[in-house]
């Protein structure tokens, strides 16, 4: 994942631009998905940290397999 503080909405017009992207086809929901986005350094910094950790669990699931 990605992740862009988006203090006072400063990232909101690329923000649009990649939903537009989704909603033309142009990038799978997954892909969108990577981008995370919260007002604050904390916020975002939990997010990042929620994403690594899922998608540690999820690799390390699929070893198991």
């Known amino acids: 994942p990605a ?3 988006n203090v006072e909405g400063y990232f909101d017009p690329l ?3 990649f939903d537009h992207m989704l ?5 799978r ?3 969108r998905s990577m981008i995370l986005t919260a007002p604050d ?3 975002l910094l ?7 950790t899922r998608d540690f669990r999820r690799d390390f699931e ?4």
């Open 3 to 5: 992740g862009l503080l």
């Open 15 to 17: 923000l649009g631009l």
């Open 23 to 27: 909603q033309e086809q142009f990038v």
């Open 29 to 31: 929901p997954a892909d």
């Open 41 to 43: 350094g904390e916020g």
């Open 46 to 52: 939990g997010l990042l940290q929620d994403a690594a």
């Open 62 to 65: 699929k070893r198991l397999i």
